[in-house]
C-alpha cells in the first residue's frame, strides 16, 4: 500500500478531515491532499510529524514503498534520502531512539530556558 493511501486510512480512522490533520501536521491542507492523491511524498521531517502523531513507526508508513524523501530545510546540493525495506531493523530501532533522545533533551532546554525567566 503507498503511502498517500495509509495516510488518508490513518487520517479517516481518527475521524479527522485533511485540513484537520494539515493543522495537527503543521502543513497545508493541499500538502495532505497531495500526498494522499500520491501527486507529492513528504519532506523526512514531515514524514516524522507523520509517524509522532500517529504514533507508528517510519517503516510501516513506508512498507512496501522504495521512494527518495527530501530535507525541504537543505536548500543546496543532493538532499535526498532513500527509504527503503532493507535498512535493518536494529538500526531503525537505534534512530528512533536517537530521536526519542533527543526530543526530551530539547524539553529539558526549554524547560531551563523557561526557568530563567
Not at 10 to 20: A, F, I, M, N, V
Not at 33 to 42: D, I, K, M, R, V
Not at 96 to 103: G, N
Amino acid at each position: 500500500m503507498s503511502f498517500g493511501k495509509k495516510l488518508s486510512e490513518l487520517r479517516k480512522s481518527k475521524g479527522l478531515s485533511q485540513e484537520d490533520l494539515a493543522f495537527e501536521l503543521g502543513i497545508s491542507q493541499s500538502s495532505v491532499s497531495n500526498y494522499e492523491g500520491g501527486a507529492t511524498l513528504p519532506d523526512i521531517l514531515v514524514l516524522e510529524r507523520v509517524s509522532s502523531y500517529f504514533n507508528i513507526p517510519v517503516t510501516e508508513l513506508l512498507s512496501g514503498e522504495h521512494n527518495t524523501f527530501y530535507n525541504s530545510n537543505n536548500a543546496g546540493g543532493q538532499n535526498g534520502y532513500v527509504v527503503n525495506n532493507n535498512i535493518p531493523e536494529k538500526l531503525i530501532e537505534q534512530y528512533e531512539a536517537t530521536i526519542t533522545a533527543l526530543k526530551e533533551q530539547i524539553a529539558l532546554m526549554k524547560q531551563l530556558l523557561d526557568d530563567k525567566k
